[in-house]
């Protein structure tokens, strides 16, 4: 092991890389930010919406409120933030994925002036979402935690993204961060996970935004904040080789890329 190696090991003894295998017998539906009727849908699950999944399993243990208050500025949020400071990184992968349009009944009083709410004629539109579908429904998460006790609730995740895209947990897999780094800042790999532009140069891939892991984008925003990610075409892996800011990991033999600042 290298020196930097070694360093990296070192200052991650804290940490927990989380694998966690999903099936998502039904897909899954994750629509941009800001969209209402007509709603694409991300390939992949952001990482905003892994950590409310494991927010949801962690926090319905305790009371909780579907939106938190924060006395100094008076703004609301998702209760996913008090889970926000334990999860270092989050991504999520798949060894194939199609995207389909589906066509649903929508309610949308609340997106009409009030002086129609009166109306029931104008209750219900048609809208058309999308869906994500993967190969024998399997979906792969990936926690990068600092808190062991944490990682053990990525058991109950039942849901990711809205209530009706149910999924089930069938195995997860926890290892110190420190075990589990391959190289620190060169080498190549193959990952069917999604990993940010800056860290790697890639190959088979396409460039998506996605919502960053900030305290705001669980607010009300008009501007979500996002980051470029190179994202699997939709069959095959990422191919790609590490630049310095980027170290990879090794998990029940996939091959993940994350940001270096991670592990400090």
């Not at 095959?236 to 998990?251: D, M, P, T, W, Y």
Request: one cysteine or more; hydrophobic letters at 35%; aromatic letters at 10%.
């Amino acid at each position: 092991m290298s020196t930097e190696k070694v360093r990296a090991s070192e200052s991650t003894s804290k940490k927990y890389a989380v694998l966690v295998k999903i099936r998502a017998p039904a897909g899954v539906s994750i629509y941009h930010p800001l969209a209402t009727t007509a709603a694409p849908s991300y390939p992949l699950p952001p990482p905003t919406t892994l950590a409310g999944a494991l927010a949801y399993s962690y926090l319905r243990t305790t009371e909780f409120t579907e939106l938190v208050e924060v006395e100094k500025t008076r703004n609301t949020y998702s209760p996913t933030i008090l889970i926000l400071d334990k999860i270092a990184y989050a991504a999520a992968g798949a060894e194939g994925w199609m995207l389909t349009k589906d066509i649903e009944r929508v309610y949308q009083l609340i997106y009409q002036r009030m002086e129609r709410w009166g109306l029931l004629e104008l209750a219900y539109t048609v809208g058309v979402r999308g869906n994500t579908y993967y190969p024998n429904d399997r979906l792969y998460l990936l926690y990068i935690l600092k808190d062991e006790e944490l990682a053990k609730h990525a058991y109950g995740i039942t849901r990711i993204g809205r209530k009706e895209n149910l999924v089930s947990v069938e195995d997860i897999i926890i290892e110190e961060l420190s075990k589990v780094i391959k190289s620190v800042g060169s080498g190549t790999f193959k990952t069917y996970f999604y990993l940010p532009e800056e860290i790697a140069v890639c190959t088979n891939h396409e460039i998506i935004s996605l919502p960053k892991l900030t305290k705001e984008n669980f607010g009300t925003t008009t501007s979500p904040a996002t980051e470029r990610y190179c994202v699997s075409k939709g069959l095959g892996a990422v191919r790609g080789e590490l630049k310095s800011s980027g170290v990879l990991i090794e998990i029940d033999d996939f091959e993940i890329p994350v940001p270096r600042q991670v592990m400090s």
